[in-house]
């Protein structure tokens, strides 16, 4: 109560905060007098003046309010739109590196020009991060005008442009790019050769617009590049037949979760079987030696036993076709991952397709965590608060509408079924239709969206449907979602980042209507004439009630409710917001069927019947954070994970990075090459044993397997105190001058890129095997909470070593290669070939649509990542001429005419 009253006398602490933000505004309009009286050549002149002062040592806090009034004015002269004050406070805010809460319509995408300009001044580059490359390209296109005019370049990053195109967008001022295309280009950056390869700058500032959308509901699925694996077809089969060998009292399965566990009986069976089988290592199932069998093991156990034919999958023509569980449609062409489809398939006796091995992954949490100064928008993002801070260490700060808000939030109206609700919901766009009110209509999936059409063509309602795939079309049609008498229905996130206008879209229909028309009288008469027939109709519109904005369905995430409300009601106008629920909803099946809530309403609700009440919404609120707990700790969990992942990530990427800048990485490999000798010889005589204890055979074996050397270990063994420092010491000299040998035989500026190919190679080679053996880890950890052991904590310490181990096998492999192998430089000499490199897939899945959204099907169109290092000349003598070609891949037809493959002509190794 007291917290109340003090709120009512001081306001919130985010109101003081605004107000605090208003004096610095204050400062801002009081300059714009004496910005407004400058010519043009004056005021693009402000930035080099900006750019001088910083220079000087001003910092940009003491530049921002004579930066932002010059935007202020930029945008009037060349814009025709003047920053409000409240998208003054809400620049300011994205500057400081805060999330900025601003009501649908009251101008985002105007306000971010303002952060961005004050920070581009510094040539550190800044990111505008979209939902999609729609709203990339007008973006830029849109706001670019402005930078142009004070002499900054604007870039914009979309899919399938070529490599020097993003390169050269990255080198821009500002760019704008959907949040995929930048988490991708980072990955792929970290699989090139040479740096100059590299598209992205080091990070500096990014905005990110639709912030909860982004970094909330799309962190729940990471980024992932893959490419095929080797054929395992013959371990799946093993696995199967294996498993075909247990009965029903070996493992117990959860339905409801799809698990399958072995008992304490079935894993002894088990490793007997496998033991048979020669596919364990050692006898504990557990060991993390054979954590990839144990996957397998749980994915062929899922196959068998969880997933029913003709019911989770056909099989047709040979393969296995998923079902999908709520349309019963077949989805030709999806596979499911991690391995489950190829145990399928074995189950089914079919050809094993391999799977697909992740080649490089990373969440946007940890994406976007990598920027010195992160700041967002969105319309919804205050129910979010706390995870904002707590992932992100964001601060969410709600701007003030510019005009109050008009709009009437209504009661929702339950009905007992959804037959009752869609009847329902059907009669009032009707009654709302004949009056002209403009209805748009919130689904939650594109199958409702369809069901619904049918019920508004019984009512004879001429309506549009959208979903949320085909971003620009859409944008489109949502545009024209407030004209007189129209009837919209869309999945909740269709159209996102379009503002929907009362009597229509200027903008849109003038780009659509008169595009081809030429400058002249005739199209500012046709513009005049268009501008006058907006107008009357949002006056029909206004007094109709404006935007009527009906939802078919809670969502199980508050936000998203009330984005789709914020659709209505921009810039003051008048609108109407209204939810119609039925007990066959998902969220309230969630809630829960067999409560007292739900008997109720069973019991006391006629067929046909509605209720509605502020009780009712407060129990459906209470559902939605139920649900938001619940998604949140599934984030949070999937963070925990990946925080593992991303240190052993940034250590690989870095030691890339290193490697790359280097003029020469012979310490590395001379570094690498007395690890390897220390650790053989301290593995075959270790400290504290008598010669007579040393396994000498197996260290003379490993000495010619791994460094091609035949030490005399027998006879050293003649002498008299020699201890294993002596013996470690003189192989590693032997290899050493093998080493030297090696690489006298080419010029030097040869035998460093041979080094350093040799190197990034095999790191590259160890550290996919490494993420393929984490997800299978991270498939399998969960069974340690049945031994009463948090699976996380578990986790990091089995990944931990297997690092460890993963590092060890990089030093042993890139000895080997070097000690083993042959280099001349004479013409005759045939290399071996350089592993070639897939049309890598590039996936992350829409948690709206259940899709791929990454738009990157075919990865080899890109031009992706290549492996154009500059090689030794071995054919014609001479330089490469082509190697600095970014764009030239390896599978490519060689430049100079031969009809050979790159690869096999000026790009052979």
């Known amino acids: 109560m007291l917290g109340g009253f003090a709120k009512a006398i001081f306001g919130s602490s985010n109101?003081?905060?605004?107000?605090?933000?208003?004096?610095?505004?204050?400062?801002?309009?009081?300059?714009?007098?004496?910005?407004?009286?400058?010519?043009?050549?004056?005021?693009?002149?402000?930035?080099?003046l900006f750019r001088d002062r910083l220079a000087a040592g001003e910092t940009l806090d003491d530049i921002l309010p004579e930066a932002f009034a010059t935007v202020r004015e930029a945008s009037k002269r060349v814009m025709g739109m003047r920053h409000f004050d409240v998208q003054m406070v809400g620049g300011i805010v994205l500057h400081r590196g805060e999330i900025a809460e601003m009501r649908t319509g009251e101008g985002k995408t105007l306000t971010e020009t303002l952060p961005c300009y004050l920070n581009a001044l510094e040539g550190k580059g800044v990111h505008v991060v979209t939902v999609n490359d729609y709203l990339a390209r007008r973006d830029a296109e849109w706001m670019g005008r402005i930078y142009g005019f004070l002499g900054l370049s604007t870039g914009v990053v979309v899919p399938n442009i070529a490599e020097h195109d993003r390169r050269d967008a990255y080198a821009c001022d500002i760019t704008y790019a959907t949040n995929n295309e930048l988490g991708f280009d980072y990955l792929r950056d970290n699989m090139k050769y040479e740096r100059a390869q590299m598209v992205q700058r080091p990070f500096n500032f990014a905005i990110v617009d639709e912030v909860d959308s982004i970094l909330v509901d799309e962190a729940r699925t990471p980024l992932i590049i893959s490419g095929p694996t080797d054929d395992k077809s013959e371990l799946y089969m093993q696995v199967h037949a294996v498993v075909l060998q247990l009965d029903e009292g070996d493992y117990e399965k959860d339905e409801k979760s799809r698990n399958v566990t072995l008992t304490e009986d079935g894993t002894e069976k088990v490793e007997r079987m496998l033991e048979g089988a020669g596919l364990l290592t050692g006898s504990n199932l557990y060991d993390y030696e054979n954590t990839l069998v144990v996957h397998h093991l749980d994915q062929a156990l899922k196959a068998n036993v969880m997933f029913k034919r003709d019911i989770d999958y056909i099989v047709k023509d040979g393969k296995v076709i998923i079902i999908d569980e709520f349309t019963g449609r077949m989805m030709d062409g999806r596979r499911w991952s991690n391995g489950l489809h190829q145990a399928v398939e074995a189950k089914e006796g079919v050809d094993i397709e391999p799977e697909n091995q992740t080649l490089a992954t990373i969440t946007f949490q940890n994406y976007f965590r990598m920027y010195p100064k992160l700041s967002g928008m969105t319309g919804t993002a205050a129910t979010e608060a706390g995870e904002f801070h707590e992932i992100y260490k964001l601060n969410v700060v709600e701007i003030p509408t510019n005009v109050p808000v008009q709009r009437v939030d209504e009661d929702d109206q339950f009905y007992k079924n959804t037959q009752d609700k869609f009847g329902a919901i059907a009669k009032t766009i009707k009654e709302a239709n004949d009056r002209g009110q403009p209805v748009l209509v919130?689904?939650?999936?594109?199958?409702?969206?369809?069901?619904?059409?049918?019920?508004?063509?019984?009512?004879n309602v001429k309506h549009s449907v959208l979903n949320a795939r085909f971003h620009e079309s859409e944008a489109h049609i949502v545009a024209q979602a407030g004209r007189l008498g129209s009837v919209t229905i869309a999945t909740n996130m269709a159209g996102r980042g379009t503002d929907i206008q009362l009597g229509g879209n200027f903008e849109f229909r003038l780009n659509d209507e008169l595009r081809d028309m030429p400058d002249g009288p005739a199209r500012d008469a046709a513009i005049a004439a268009l501008q006058a027939e907006?107008?009357?109709?949002?006056?029909?519109?206004?007094?109709?009630?404006g935007l009527f904005v009906l939802a078919t369905e809670r969502h199980e995430s508050r936000r998203i409710d009330n984005q789709l409300r914020g659709r209505s009601g921009r810039q003051g106008d008048p609108g109407l917001s209204r939810f119609y629920l039925s007990l066959d909803d998902d969220l309230l099946r969630i809630?829960?069927?067999?409560?007292?809530?739900?008997?109720?309403?069973?019991?006391?609700?006629?067929?046909?019947?509605?209720?509605?009440?502020?009780?009712?919404s407060k129990a459906i609120e209470t559902a939605q954070k139920k649900v938001e707990a619940r998604n949140y700790d599934i984030r949070k969990q999937l963070v925990e994970y990946d925080n593992v992942m991303n240190d052993q990530r940034k250590v690989i990427y870095e030691q890339r990075s290193d490697?790359?800048?280097?003029?020469?990485?012979d310490d590395i490999i001379d570094d690498m090459l007395n690890d390897t000798v220390n650790n053989l010889v301290g593995d075959h005589c270790p400290e504290g044993t008598y010669p007579e204890q040393w396994n000498v055979e197996g260290l003379k074996q490993k000495c010619t397997e791994l460094l091609g050397l035949t030490p005399d270990i027998d006879d050293w063994l003649k002498e008299d105190g020699l201890e294993p420092e002596i013996i470690e010491t003189r192989i590693a000299d032997m290899a050493t001058e093998k080493f030297k040998a090696k690489?006298?035989?080419?010029?030097?500026?040869i035998w460093r890129q041979v080094e350093k190919s040799i190197l990034l190679q095999t790191l590259d080679h160890h550290w996919k095997e490494h993420l393929s053996t984490l997800d299978a880890l991270r498939q399998v950890i969960y069974l340690r909470a049945y031994a009463q052991k948090n699976p996380v904590n578990e986790y990091k310490q089995e990944a931990f070593g297997l690092f460890e181990r993963m590092l060890s096998a990089i030093r042993e492999g890139v000895t080997k290669t070097i000690a083993t192998n042959d280099f001349r430089a004479e013409e005759e000499f045939v290399p071996q070939d350089l592993p070639e490199l897939p049309d890598f897939l590039t996936t992350h899945i829409d948690p709206f649509t259940g899709e791929d959204d990454s738009d990157d099907i075919d990865a080899g169109s890109l031009g992706l990542v290549t492996t154009t290092i500059p090689r030794p000349a071995m054919v014609s003598g001479g330089i490469d001429p082509y190697a600095g070609d970014p764009d030239l891949r390896r599978n490519d037809p060689c430049p100079c005419g031969s009809g050979k493959k790159y690869k096999h002509c000026h790009g052979a190794f």
């Open 659 to 665: 490697i790359m800048d280097a003029q020469a990485v």
């Open 591 to 616: 809630f829960g069927s067999e409560t007292l809530f739900s008997k109720m309403m069973n019991s006391s609700l006629e067929d046909g019947e509605a209720i509605g009440g502020k009780w009712l």
């Open 743 to 749: 690489g006298a035989v080419l010029d030097d500026a």
């Open 442 to 459: 919130g689904t939650v999936s594109i199958e409702k969206s369809e069901l619904l059409s049918e019920f508004l063509e019984k009512e």
């Open 15 to 48: 109101d003081r905060y605004v107000k605090s933000i208003m004096k610095i505004v204050e400062n801002i309009n009081a300059l714009e007098v004496d910005i407004a009286a400058m010519d043009d050549e004056r005021l693009k002149g402000q930035t080099q």
């Open 534 to 545: 907006i107008a009357a109709e949002k006056a029909k519109v206004i007094e109709a009630g």
